[in-house]
């Protein structure tokens, strides 16, 4: 079975673009996340998805956004790009909410900003 | 405020002995904890999980335990086999709250 399947796996873009990041979640999965990762920590939330309704969203600013779509894939969109939102972004899927449904991720996007 | 955290950087451990990764928590909320292993150029994968009304999870070579009055739990792998080197991380949820907090990482290096 697939697993988490991310799109596309580089990105550079320059200050002030913007950016669409995709995510599919292993089939049969409803509930899609979104973490940052930058050098040296461990993942930060920023959103989550569950039946295309935001389940949670973390301390990042309205720059970011995202959706979920029938399918239960995602976007995580980012406007107005700035130096530091270089980063591993991950995408994690679950079964379901709720405790004891670990999250599974996928190899994430990277994105580079000149 | 870090919430999750991995005072070990890095820990060395010969092939065939036990590796004994830390985790320390401070929000008294979380109630379900994780470990997950990454690769460079991958994402974390999964490795075992455990709820607070447990104390120890096992699956095959990977144990976990938790100390609830200390906020602390550890995961223990034996016997460490090279595959095993990879960065470590620890993470935690509140109920209702699907949200993973992670820690900083640890480095594991199994030498031969």
């Known amino acids: 079975d697939a697993g988490v399947t991310q799109s596309p796996t580089h990105l550079i873009k320059t200050r002030g673009q913007h950016v669409t990041l995709r995510c599919s979640p292993i089939s049969g999965h409803k509930s899609v996340s979104w973490y940052q990762q930058v050098l040296g920590q461990g993942p930060q939330f920023i959103f989550q998805?569950?039946?295309?309704?935001?389940?949670g969203r973390g301390n990042f600013p309205d720059r970011f956004s995202a959706r979920q779509f029938p399918n239960y894939s995602s976007e995580l969109n980012v406007n107005a790009l700035l130096l530091g939102d270089s980063a591993l972004y991950l995408c994690?899927?679950?079964?379901?909410?709720?405790?004891?449904?670990?999250?599974?991720f996928g190899d994430g996007t990277r994105l580079s900003i000149l | 405020d870090q919430q999750v955290k991995q005072n070990s950087p890095s820990l060395s451990v010969q092939e065939g002995r036990i590796s004994i990764l830390n985790c320390d928590y401070t929000?008294?909320?979380?109630?379900?904890f994780l470990w997950y292993k990454k690769y460079p150029a991958e994402g974390p994968t999964f490795l075992i999980s455990?709820?607070?009304?447990?104390d120890k999870n096992e699956d095959g070579r990977f144990t976990v335990f938790l100390n609830k009055s200390a906020k602390h739990l550890s995961l223990h792998i034996v016997p460490s086999q090279p595959g095993d080197s990879a960065v470590y991380f620890c993470a935690a949820s509140a109920w209702g709250n699907e949200k993973l907090t992670f820690g900083t990482g640890t480095r594991l290096t199994i030498i031969p």
């Open positions: 994690a899927s679950s079964l379901a909410v709720g405790q004891g449904q670990p999250q599974h």
């Open positions: 998805y569950y039946e295309k309704e935001e389940r």
């Open positions: 455990i709820s607070s009304i447990k």
């Open positions: 929000n008294s909320m979380f109630d379900y």
